[in-house]
């Protein structure tokens, strides 16, 4: 079983940046592709970043592409999401998400077996 935890949401100015952390318990962290998803108010879940085990291959949706990064750190057990340039089209709730196996179809919400609780992230215009 996973767990995942989400941090680092908040209330910020269009322009701004925020990072996202999600820290993942157990041992397996190293075998997992991890990703971020994001629900805004009466929209469906979308498909925000992801990347594989070891952080060398990522994808990102291109309304975030140029202005988020998504890295992580192995010996931490930790996700991150770099968010810069905000825009209030990204006040959402962002989740972390997770998967054993290797990265396939990243932007498939199916595809993930673990969820974080979710983080809001809010930007004023």
């Known amino acids: 079983q996973v767990q995942l935890v989400e941090s680092g949401g908040g209330l910020v100015q269009a322009g701004a940046s925020l990072r996202l952390s999600c820290a993942a318990s157990?041992?397996?962290?190293?075998?997992?592709?991890m990703g971020w998803f994001r629900q805004a108010p009466g929209k469906e879940r979308e498909f925000v970043a992801a990347?594989?085990?070891?952080?060398?291959?990522?994808y990102a949706a291109d309304s975030v592409k140029g202005r988020f990064t998504i890295s992580r750190d192995n010996a931490k057990n930790t996700l991150y999401l770099q968010m810069n340039s905000l825009k209030p089209e990204d006040t959402a709730v962002y989740y972390c998400?997770?998967?054993?196996?290797?990265?396939?179809?990243?932007?498939?919400?199916?595809?993930?077996?673990?969820w974080g609780q979710g983080t809001q992230v809010t930007i004023s215009s």
């Open positions: 998400v997770a998967y054993r196996g290797p990265i396939r179809d990243p932007s498939t919400r199916y595809r993930y077996d673990y």
């Open positions: 157990g041992r397996t962290f190293s075998s997992l592709t």
């Open positions: 990347i594989n085990w070891s952080g060398d291959s990522t």
